[in-house]
């Protein structure tokens, strides 16, 4: 009993933990998409470009897959 026990607590901690790096990959990747923005929108500043809409930056950025994120987790 006192083994299934410690067994159910440890996978819950791993599930909480999984659940965390997940959580914090997903920050990551917000604070890289905003960084991109910035950058790009500076870039436009410095060249003297002007552009029309919010959504023109969005659709010039690469955006990883869930899948592409999940596989440098899992390394």
């Known amino acids: 009993m006192f083994n299934n026990d410690m ?3 440890r996978k819950l901690e791993e599930r909480e933990l ?3 790096i997940e959580l ?3 920050r990551l990747v917000n604070l890289q998409l905003a960084d991109a923005k910035h ?3 500076q870039r436009s500043l410095s ?3 002007v552009f029309s809409s919010p959504t023109q930056i969005k659709q010039n950025l ?3 897959s869930d899948t592409t ?3 440098l987790v899992e390394g």
């Open 47 to 49: 060249l003297g470009d």
């Open 7 to 9: 067994m159910l607590r």
């Open 18 to 20: 999984h659940q965390a």
């Open 24 to 26: 914090q990959d997903r």
């Open 39 to 41: 950058r790009l929108f």
């Open 69 to 71: 994120m999940k596989e």
């Open 62 to 64: 690469v955006f990883p």
